[in-house]
């Protein structure tokens, strides 16, 4: 192992978590370690940083800027908490560089360093400019190379460059746990996406149609399930046989409320299975308005059928956004694989947009609502990621 290690920024989020703080940081540095598990690492932590040598830097930050909690990574030098060290590490950078202008910027986290922050960033500044050998400028708004020190234990130099974002929101599993719709569209992995960076953990229900959707369908979404589980841990999908009660439903039902209705049974079914399997909400990638049932009267009445918080972290959402962070988390290419899904196949051609709750309720009185969801239930395949 060389001089070159990562720093980790934590999120500023977890740093306003008073008392809990420490809480906070414990699970992150678990996470950080459980996504290195395999590669050859030594994790310490410094007053709210992380210090990570590995044999292979750049495997390393590919998983650890994934990791929830992490604002960024920076691939840094070490050097000794000396000045002159501190000195000729910052001349490299800026001779590798080779910028018309730059600036210091100095965070001194161990006060026994005999300079203060300014101090030092003055004294280095002023030996990279005599030292540069001419056509080189300070600028301290725009800086066309910013030099980073940390002093510490030991002292750490980069620039811009070596920074790398991170995916931010809060340590997974800090959070409780949910139950996400997980069809194999573009949103609903969004919507998992976005909860599991809060720090929820996931558990996902997929809803098959078979024979009406196809294996290819299913091992879509096995594929979502998995790509998720490289942001999370260990993630559970349930496989709910739906066809039956999607059949029961169209044999007795107006055509016009199949739809609604529909939803109302995905609702009760995600409600049973995450009172089995002790999780605390549902989750959906709903956005308001972006279909026929997703108006404020569908959201209401299939609402209703829940025993526990929905969450729908799409709601106000725009499609293209959406779409955006699909592609940024690799969701987008698997959501897009134009397989069938059960919503497609059994949809009315003029599905009802404002049912109303009391009529849904007596639409729904002709079945056997309990019976149709145990049994559902008790047909349930889990595949773990
Ligand atoms: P998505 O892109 O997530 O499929 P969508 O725009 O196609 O969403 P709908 O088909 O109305 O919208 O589904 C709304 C939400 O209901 C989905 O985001 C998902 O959470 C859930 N959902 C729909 N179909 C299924 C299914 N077959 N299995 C599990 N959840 C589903
Ligand atoms: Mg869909």
Same mark, same amino acid.
């Given at each position: 192992? @060389?001089?070159?290690?990562?720093?980790?920024?934590?999120?500023?989020?977890?740093?306003?978590?008073?008392?809990?703080?420490?809480?906070?940081?414990?699970?992150?540095?678990? $996470?950080?370690?459980?996504?290195?598990?395999?590669?050859?690492?030594?994790?310490?932590?410094?007053?709210?940083?992380?210090?990570?040598?590995?044999?292979?830097?750049?495997?390393?930050?590919?998983?650890?800027?994934?990791?929830?909690?992490?604002?960024?990574?920076?691939?840094?030098?070490?050097?000794?908490?000396?000045?002159?060290?501190?000195?000729?590490?910052?001349?490299?950078?800026?001779?590798?560089? @080779?910028?018309?202008?730059? &600036?210091?910027?100095?965070?001194?986290? $161990?006060?026994?360093?005999?300079? $203060?922050?300014?101090?030092?960033?003055?004294?280095?500044?002023?030996?990279?400019?005599?030292?540069?050998?001419?056509?080189?400028?300070?600028?301290?708004?725009?800086?066309?190379?910013?030099?980073?020190?940390?002093?510490?234990?030991?002292?750490?130099?980069?620039?811009?460059?070596?920074?790398?974002?991170?995916?931010?929101?809060?340590?997974?599993?800090?959070?409780?746990?949910?139950?996400?719709?997980?069809?194999?569209?573009?949103?609903?992995?969004?919507?998992?996406?976005?909860?599991?960076?809060?720090?929820?953990?996931?558990?996902?229900?997929?809803?098959?149609?078979?024979?009406?959707?196809?294996?290819?369908?299913?091992?879509?979404?096995?594929?979502?399930?998995?790509?998720?589980?490289?942001?999370?841990?260990?993630? @559970?999908?349930?496989?709910?046989?739906?066809?039956?009660?999607?059949?029961?439903?169209?044999?007795? %039902?107006?055509?016009?409320?199949?739809?609604?209705?529909?939803?109302?049974?995905?609702?009760?079914?995600?409600?049973?299975?995450?009172?089995?399997?002790?999780?605390?909400?549902?989750?959906?990638?709903?956005?308001?308005?972006?279909?026929?049932?997703?108006?404020?009267?569908?959201?209401?009445?299939?609402?209703? %059928?829940?025993?526990?918080?929905?969450?729908?972290?799409?709601?106000?959402?725009?499609?293209?956004?959406?779409?955006?962070?699909?592609?940024?988390?690799?969701?987008?290419?698997?959501?897009?694989?134009?397989?069938?899904?059960? %919503?497609?196949?059994?949809?009315? &051609?003029?599905?009802?947009?404002?049912?109303?709750?009391?009529?849904?309720?007596?639409?729904?009185?002709?079945?056997?609502?309990?019976?149709?969801?145990?049994?559902?239930?008790?047909?349930?395949?889990?595949?773990?990621?």
């Amino acid at each position: 192992m @060389n001089n070159k290690l990562i720093l980790v920024k934590y999120a500023s989020e977890i740093f306003l978590k008073g008392l809990n703080r420490g809480k906070f940081e414990r699970r992150l540095k678990e $996470n950080i370690e459980k996504k290195l598990a395999g590669l050859q690492f030594e994790f310490v932590t410094d007053q709210g940083r992380g210090f990570i040598k590995a044999e292979d830097i750049d495997a390393a930050v590919e998983r650890v800027r994934k990791v929830f909690g992490v604002a960024e990574v920076c691939i840094v030098t070490e050097v000794e908490r000396d000045l002159t060290a501190i000195k000729e590490e910052a001349l490299r950078k800026v001779k590798e560089a @080779n910028p018309k202008t730059f &600036k210091i910027e100095t965070n001194r986290a $161990n006060k026994k360093f005999q300079l $203060n922050s300014i101090e030092t960033s003055r004294d280095v500044g002023g030996y990279v400019l005599h030292h540069f050998g001419g056509g080189l400028e300070v600028d301290v708004k725009n800086p066309e190379c910013l030099v980073n020190i940390e002093i510490r234990e030991k002292a750490y130099v980069f620039t811009s460059k070596d920074k790398i974002k991170g995916v931010g929101g809060l340590p997974y599993g800090m959070n409780g746990s949910t139950m996400l719709m997980l069809s194999g569209g573009i949103d609903s992995p969004v919507a998992g996406y976005l909860m599991a960076r809060r720090g929820v953990e996931l558990n996902c229900v997929y809803y098959h149609s078979h024979p009406y959707t196809s294996e290819r369908a299913k091992d879509k979404v096995k594929e979502l399930a998995k790509i998720l589980s490289n942001y999370t841990e260990r993630v @559970n999908l349930y496989i709910v046989p739906f066809t039956e009660i999607q059949l029961d439903i169209m044999e007795k %039902c107006r055509q016009d409320e199949l739809t609604i209705l529909m939803r109302r049974f995905m609702m009760r079914c995600a409600c049973v299975l995450a009172e089995k399997y002790g999780v605390q909400s549902i989750s959906s990638g709903e956005s308001i308005g972006q279909v026929a049932s997703q108006t404020m009267e569908g959201l209401i009445v299939s609402t209703d %059928c829940a025993d526990r918080p929905v969450f729908r972290p799409l709601i106000a959402m725009d499609k293209g956004d959406i779409m955006d962070i699909a592609k940024e988390i690799g969701t987008y290419e698997t959501s897009i694989l134009p397989y069938e899904d059960c %919503c497609t196949i059994f949809v009315p &051609k003029h599905p009802k947009t404002k049912p109303q709750l009391d009529a849904m309720r007596k639409a729904e009185s002709v079945l056997d609502v309990d019976a149709m969801v145990e049994k559902a239930i008790n047909e349930t395949e889990l595949v773990v990621f």
